[in-house]
């Protein structure tokens, strides 16, 4: 009766209110008697008239810069995307993507495109908002320096550090003696360009080197401790100088240079000593989301912006300013994770790519038109290797540093990355640096950067000891070993349940590792410590629950099916757990098909689909990644359907395909372990046609009587299935289950899809017998 009345009132206002605007539109008709009112005349001047306004309102400056978004958003990730796949980090791919977009290639092969989609007075307004990206980076970059580290660690690292930026800043300028006269601007002091060589040789990119620290699994390590600490002490050094080389080049020379550093100075002391003591004031109040209110957070983006316009003013940029903003924010790790999540999303997906496409918009390679100037781009090239990877190397041998720690020290301080970027693109709108040694420099950021991850496989290669991700106790021999591998935590806790029920008797001869992958691009190298405390705490403390030893295994990946891959086949072992969504019975249509999934839209599916390699309704309700594992690990793979999962008390185990045998082991497992009521459904009499597996039946049941069943699929009905806690399928078996639609799929509980790898042949007879014969002696 409700909704009757809703759409009568519905039909009545709409027509009612339509009516009576229709009546004014007539009656005001009338009044544009005499008013000169311009009427078009035809079908082809009204046409034209909309194709004016269409392309007017193409070449409006916000539809402009909103097209310029999309399009550099979408290439950036795409060769982000590649980058990644070839083991390198995503602001490589970045970088090369804001080159594609420039006039080094998309000007370059389609001009007429490039000047539409990138007119030149359009580009004040891509340089204003990739400032702003800039400008919010900068200040992630400075929170995420954790000062504690510096003021413990300092001794060595600062050595090594100083020495990272003295040695390539001296060879900087010593190269900008010998181009000064070929490549510097007209009107530009050899000092100025000079500092400014040497500065760009100096720096490290400190976001680059944590993002490799952290996949690379070495940021518990001695080594990686002592090489984020050097990456933070040059980042603050750097920056300080950087600021020095600013005022001096605006200055005009290093005397009057001197008020600028003076203001800087006070600038330095007025936000450590006056600013930073309120805002720990105001962060020691506020430290949870739910107090962190906006008029607070806004307390905070006003010392940001104001900290940003202060250093514009003074004339050492509004980079530095909110590089310092970072640093001084209070030294609580929730509230900087907080205050860092709220900002780097918006940075680094939506305004960093504009900088790197305005970056390649200014990078002309095509002025690098003669044999000579690439000489020079390799000169450049060497010198910035030699001063950053052999200086830092040396420096680092020097304090006492083993010689492939100190190679991979010096590795890992040669990657310039984004930064690099920054410094270059503050010389050239200052004049310092021509358009061709622009070019060159941008060209040597790339090399250094793409040479970090090779040179660090070249010296693990050398020195052969690559760590591993295997930690010793994981490698001790034990009789049966479970890997689980989980994204959200409270399904690694449903895991461990899981993993415990089959083995939960075995008396310390089986072993549970819990590991936890998280992508590279989603961790910051300040709040990896407290994510990986919230990830393993659930899994931790129902492994307390359950009186179950669990060993943790944590790492920032950038790939995280190969790392899963090459975790279960170093650790040889007996079966690998992984989760997928909750059930693809429940929720959308979408997520009935593909499975629950946040990897649905991703370019490897969009790839696969073009390439014909995957069908959209194949492999239900796997995912890529989950296919993947599946299709090249070397050990037996359990996908898990979380559906409320408690015990495993009673298991159902359906027998479709003649090659289910192997299940049976399983269901002698959960017997011997957790007593569990077992009940197999033959379906199409599979164990009919396979006598082996009724002679395993018979053997549990002569060691474990009333422990289980055989029944045919008609016992499928939904008192049974509810009555149920788990569901144990082969993985062929659960396609041709998924494929055939059955009415009983809607009411199953939990499930579990076995993969098995290179299955032996199911053998009773007299070995099968004395086998189960031992099965409660021996656990099994």
């Not at 936000?271 to 109040?285: A, H, S």
């Not at 090239?381 to 420096?395: D, E, L, R, W, Y």
């Not at 629950?545 to 072992?573: H, M, P, R, W």
Request: glycine share 8%; charged share 20%; net charge positive.
């Amino acid at each position: 009766m409700g909704k009757r009345r809703n759409a009568i009132f519905y039909v009545l206002i709409i027509g009612i209110f339509s009516g009576l605007m229709y009546t004014i539109s007539i009656k005001g008709k009338l009044l544009e008697v005499g008013r000169k009112i311009r009427i078009s005349q035809n079908e082809t001047s009204q046409w034209q008239e909309f194709i004016d306004s269409m392309s007017h309102n193409l070449t409006h400056p916000l539809a402009i810069l909103l097209a310029q978004i999309v399009t550099i958003i979408m290439v950036a990730r795409v060769f982000g995307w590649l980058s990644k796949k070839i083991g390198q980090p995503t602001v490589i791919g970045e970088i090369i993507a804001g080159i594609v977009l420039g006039p080094s290639l998309l000007g370059w092969v389609f001009p007429q495109f490039s000047l539409a989609l990138f007119p030149i007075e359009s580009l004040g307004n891509l340089q204003f908002l990739s400032q702003i990206g800039l400008i919010l980076f900068m200040f992630v970059i400075g929170m995420e320096l954790d000062l504690k580290v510096l003021r413990n660690k300092a001794d060595d690292a600062v050595v090594i550090s100083h020495a990272s930026i003295v040695i390539p800043f001296t060879l900087g300028i010593g190269l900008a003696y010998f181009i000064y006269t070929s490549f510097a601007p007209i009107g530009v002091e050899f000092l100025s360009f000079g500092l400014f060589l040497g500065i760009a040789m100096s720096i490290t990119a400190f976001p680059v080197l944590a993002r490799i620290v952290q996949e690379r699994g070495l940021q518990k390590s001695r080594l990686g401790t002592i090489v984020i600490t050097c990456a933070a002490a040059d980042d603050i050094t750097a920056w300080c100088l950087l600021a020095a080389v600013i005022a001096i080049v605006k200055a005009g020379s290093f005397v009057s240079s001197l008020y600028v550093i003076g203001l800087a100075v006070a600038y330095v002391f007025v936000m450590i000593k006056l600013v930073r003591p309120f805002l720990k004031r105001i962060g020691d109040l506020h430290t949870s989301r739910e107090n962190l209110s906006k008029p607070i957070v806004a307390i905070f983006f006003l010392t940001l912006i104001i900290s940003a316009y202060a250093t514009e003013v003074i004339g050492i940029h509004a980079l530095f300013g909110a590089f310092m903003a970072g640093a001084i924010m209070p030294e609580n790790t929730k509230f900087r994770n907080i205050f860092i999540e709220k900002v780097e999303d918006v940075s680094l997906v939506l305004l960093l790519p504009l900088f790197f496409v305005y970056t390649g918009l200014r990078t002309e390679i095509g002025l690098l038109n003669d044999f000579y100037l690439w000489k020079v781009t390799g000169m450049i090239i060497v010198v910035a290797v030699v001063g950053k990877f052999v200086g830092s190397a040396i420096a680092a041998r020097f304090v006492g540093q083993n010689w492939k720690d100190s190679l991979t020290i010096g590795a890992l301080m040669n990657t310039r990355g984004l930064m690099e970027l920054v410094v270059l693109n503050i010389g050239y709108d200052l004049g310092v640096l021509t358009p061709e040694i622009f070019a060159m420099m941008v060209i040597m950021a790339l090399v250094t950067t793409f040479m970090t991850g090779p040179a660090l496989d070249l010296i693990n290669w050398l020195f052969r000891s690559k760590p591993s991700l295997i930690p010793q106790e994981i490698i001790q021999k034990s009789n049966y070993r479970i890997l689980v591998s989980f994204g959200h935590p409270e399904r690694g806790r449903s895991l461990v349940r899981l993993a415990h029920s089959l083995i939960s008797k075995l008396n310390g001869n089986a072993s549970i590792t819990a590991m936890h992958l998280s992508p590279v691009d989603e961790l910051n190298y300040f709040n990896q410590a407290a994510y990986e405390r919230e990830s393993f705490g659930p899994v931790i403390h129902e492994a307390h629950q359950l009186n179950q030893k669990v060993t943790t295994l944590f790492k920032a990946s950038s790939g995280i099916e190969e790392d899963i891959i090459e975790v279960a086949k170093k650790g040889n072992y007996d079966l690998l757990l992984i989760g997928v969504g909750q059930s693809i019975f429940e929720g959308s249509l979408l997520g009935k098909v593909l499975g629950f999934t946040t990897r649905i839209i991703s370019p490897d599916r969009i790839l696969n689909q073009v390439t014909g390699k995957e069908n959209l309704f194949e492999n239900l309700p796997f995912d890529e990644m989950t296919r993947r594992i599946i299709r090249t690990s070397q050990v037996p793979v359990g996908v898990w359907i979380d559906k409320g999962f408690k015990q495993a008390d009673r298991i159902f185990i359906p027998i479709i395909s003649p090659k289910d045998d192997f299940l049976v082991q399983y269901a002698q497992k959960w017997i011997n372990n957790s007593g569990a009521q077992i009940t197999l459904i033959d379906t199409g009499d599979q164990v009919k046609s396979r006598p082996e597996i009724k002679e395993a039946i018979r053997a549990i049941e002569h060691v474990a009587p009333h422990h289980i069943q055989l029944r045919p699929e008609n016992y499928l009905n939904p008192e049974f299935l509810k009555s149920q806690d788990l569901m144990v399928i082969s993985f062929k078996s659960w396609k041709k289950l998924v494929e055939s639609k059955k009415d009983w799929l809607s009411d199953i509980p939990s499930v579990l899809i076995l993969a098995e790898k290179n299955p032996e042949k199911f053998k009773v007879e007299a070995s099968a017998t004395r086998l189960t014969r031992k099965l409660p002696e021996q656990g099994y």
